[in-house]
């Protein structure tokens, strides 16, 4: 099964366009997890366990690994998901970017090493440093658009040729880069009006939309602007939100009504 | 020390502006090695040893470590580099570009975990993606400007407002981010005009110029675009065209060789 089948069942049969984000910073975990080996992928288990069900994909951030000498722990988790629950996509959110041979490796880390069905890329170098991702057909590539922080519009609102920049980088992923059906968009929660725009370039392709919770992106504004075709079409994430919605030993507890809450609330507006 | 004294000391003491880019493929590396434990840090120290006294600089790319699951080797070469030659700043080729708290652990992964003095990143998501790499003030971050490869047509030399992508990008890093004097820019030997666009633009700030050898750069080009009003202000990468000159058990020589002879060709033009 290609990542986008494997989500689009997900969709289907969980009726949920929520993604847990795995950004696990370790003095935020729960205290009682801080002295066990392994914290970090204990901390993470059981916020799978107890959101699986309701959720259509699960994206860790590699950052939160790495910046702590952790990556065996996002191993851990990557095997762990893998194991027991291999029918829910992952995305690994590594943000790569760069060329030829070095972009292949990039790709070998997340797709081979990790095992990863997906991965976040940033657009700047151009098409040919993202061919190495999207040559892999049977995985997924989203693609950076717009992103949610305020700094976004430094660059991706730029205006040429009367397209904004972001434009210019979603109509050349759908009209260029597109061949083998394995691409998707980033597009920012906090910005619903360059969402929909977005939407209209596209088409059906899927939509990682993070900036819901924590980063204040409104659910209702959202989607307006971003379902596809079929009433679905996006990932809509949400990491601290969700992950510390508890500090205490009821963490995993918390996690999942913040979920719960989060699936109803973008169900409502579908 | 800050980075850039300790890099303008070096361009001077040294007489060099070459920096060796250290992007070792498992696969490529000489037979004799591969049998031994951490082959890749094995044939990086050798590489190292017999290139020290030339270079300005090295430039470990991460993606080669992590793609092959050799993170632990990553930091051994750090480490053998910290200990033998602290005097030598070593840029993290590793080209992140993240948002809020996710920059600040990329952050801590590159300057505190593996205590790199300076790394490349990605301006796409605007320049408070790039406050936690920039405070610290200390370390030096090279912004991606203009890339050597071919695709870096499609969007950093779209024109907005009568300038090319690039060059805003150009102009923002020299004039609204650089507070702390420790920014550079990256800039591909692969187009010299471009070059001197980017030098005319952000006066002395230091030039990461990839794209020399393996990628087939010229030299008096670059040199004619790219040098500061000191006749330095570059720092010329080749890693391919270095670490693997020769293939067999002398491929230390061989490097040592290829590095001399790329760094009196650039001293000539100088």
């Avoid at 997906?118 to 190495?132: H, I, K, M, Q, R």
């Avoid at 009367?162 to 880069?177: D, F, I, P, S, T």
């Avoid at 990932?235 to 918390?254: E, L, P």
Wanted: with cysteine; aromatic share 8%; proline share 4%.
């Amino acid at each position: 099964m290609t990542f986008n089948e494997k989500l689009t069942k997900r969709w289907k049969e969980r009726n949920s366009l929520v993604c847990v984000g795995l950004d696990p910073d370790f003095e935020r975990i729960p205290v009682h997890l801080k002295a066990r080996k392994n914290p970090i992928f204990n901390f993470l288990r059981e916020i799978i366990e107890a959101t699986a069900d309701l959720v259509c994909a699960f994206k860790p951030q590699i950052a939160y690994f790495s910046g702590q000498g952790a990556e065996d722990q996002l191993m851990l988790t990557l095997r762990y998901l893998q194991e027991h629950y291999p029918e829910i996509p992952v995305i690994l959110d590594a943000k790569r970017g760069d060329i030829g041979s070095t972009a292949e490796m990039y790709a070998k880390e997340v797709y081979d090493h990790y095992g990863a069905d997906a991965v976040t890329v940033n657009p700047y170098l151009g098409g040919d440093s993202l061919e190495p991702f999207l040559n892999r057909k049977e995985k997924g590539v989203f693609i950076l658009c717009r992103t949610s922080n305020p700094g976004a519009e430094d660059f991706q609102s730029l205006v040429s040729k009367g397209r904004k920049l972001y434009l210019v980088v979603a109509e050349k992923a759908a009209n260029e880069w597109n061949r083998h059906g394995n691409l998707g968009l980033v597009a920012g929660a906090t910005y619903p009006d360059e969402l929909a725009d977005i939407r209209a370039v596209v088409g059906d392709i899927p939509l990682l939309v993070p900036g819901i919770g924590a980063q204040g992106g409104d659910i209702a504004s959202v989607m307006r602007a971003g379902l596809d075709s079929n009433g679905a079409g996006m990932i809509i994430n949400s990491s601290r939100g969700v992950i510390y919605a508890g500090t205490d030993k009821q963490f995993a507890r918390a996690a999942r009504r913040e979920t719960e809450i989060l699936r109803n609330s973008i169900n409502q507006h579908r």
